[in-house]
RNA sequence: GGUGCCAUAGCUCAGUUGGUAGAGCAAUGGACUGAAAAUCCAUGUGUCCCUGGUUCGAUUCCAGGUGGCACCA
């Protein structure tokens, strides 16, 4: 029998996660969580996990299961998430992957070229050999290591260029040799279902879900880890801009409007990755029958 | 009821000594392979409140109207 992996995907605070237990409870099986921030165990209001409840009704993978203080990214997750669907699909036909990290996804689905990680000491002197002699800097040395790569890449980007860089030293081949751009095989189906919502409804939505945060407590749990503010994990929507109130940068308004509008912001990026990807089916949040209608419709011909 | 001030982008406002307009914020589109909730790029036509007058020409000046605010009764 054929497995399958059902993606639930759309913008932050449409009620992925929600749908995504009731799914995962129809078909008796497990979700993993493709939220790049709900994978810290140090975050929760900001990052909306799940319910207890529903932690404990559905199993869920990658929620919680790392630290702020770990190396994390969109390769580790493609590995962390092949191997549990590997033990998934050993008594099960369907699994659910949701979140709304769009690389992540990607990372799963399409697959992400075998690059070795970078030495982060390389890193942080490169960063700082950036943030002392700009990013023209950078161009020159790409230039030099990677012509090809250096022709395409966005040069205005100093993440995209440092990393670049930092591969051609470590590996000591040019950056753009490494790239295959092609898809992987996986031996399961990948079935995508988007939900989406009018925007203005959506964005409504996303600031009452934020003034939720700040009742239950979210000044609090950023202030448990403003120490810590320097970590990339800690480079998060919701944390950021208390870390700036803490600061006394902005004051607590200006804040809280602050995440209001950069929860705003991704959820339109978000929308403008998917967009781009024609294998998704889009549905109404509410409609949860006909989702599982077509769901059930798509397995059938997979069997 | 009287007097004064105001009416310009979704919001707050600037401006045009009369030649049909621009900032901030908001909003929108896009890029994307180990930091991705990250990072980067791009986008400003709006009956300049309405009607009439003066003028070659009015959003700008004048009159009236409408709405808002303030003060006086």
Redesign the pocket.
């Known amino acids: 029998m054929n497995k399958t992996l059902i993606v639930l995907l759309g913008p ?1 605070g449409i009620g992925k996660s929600d749908l995504a237990s009731k799914i995962a409870q129809y078909y008796q099986t497990e979700i993993i969580s493709s ?4 994978i810290y165990r140090e975050l929760s209001i ?3 996990v799940p319910p207890f409840e529903d932690l404990k009704k559905v199993k869920h993978h990658l929620v919680h299961s790392h630290s702020i203080h770990d190396y ?5 997750f493609e590995q962390d998430s092949l191997k549990i669907l590997e033990s998934i699909f050993d008594t099960k036909d369907v699994a659910i992957m949701t979140g ?5 996804i990607d990372a799963v689905c399409k697959g ?7 030495d982060p000491k390389l ?1 942080a002197e490169l ?1 700082e050999e950036y943030e002392e002699k700009g990013i023209e800097h950078l161009r020159m040395q790409l230039k030099g290591l990677d012509p090809a790569y250096y022709d395409q890449v ?1 040069k ?5 260029l ?2 670049a860089i930092e591969i051609c030293l470590t590996t000591g081949k040019p950056y753009s040799s490494l ?4 898809a992987k095989e996986r031996p399961f189906s990948i079935l995508k279902i988007g939900i989406n919502r009018d ?1 203005a409804e959506l ?1 409504q939505r996303i600031n009452h879900r934020v003034d939720i945060m700040i009742q239950q407590g979210l000044e609090e749990e950023a202030r448990q880890v403003y120490e810590l503010r320097h970590l ?2 800690l ?4 944390y950021k801009e208390l870390f700036a109130f803490f600061d006394g940068e902005i004051d607590r308004d200006k804040a809280i409007e602050l995440i209001k ?6 959820a ?6 998917f ?2 990807d024609k294998n998704i089916t889009w549905f109404k949040p509410e409609n949860e029958k006909e989702i599982i209608n077509f769901t059930n419709q798509e397995l059938e011909v997979k069997i």
Request: hydrophobic share 20%; net charge positive.
């Open positions: 932050t939220d790049s921030r709900q900001g990052t909306a994390y990214s969109a390769s580790r709304g990290s769009m690389l992540y992400i070229d075998d690059i070795p990680d970078a890193r960063i966005d205005k980007n100093h993440m995209r440092l990393h790239r295959t751009q092609t925007r964005y990339n994990s480079n998060t929507v919701g509008r950069n929860t705003r912001h991704y339109r990026k978000q929308l403008t990755w967009r781009k």
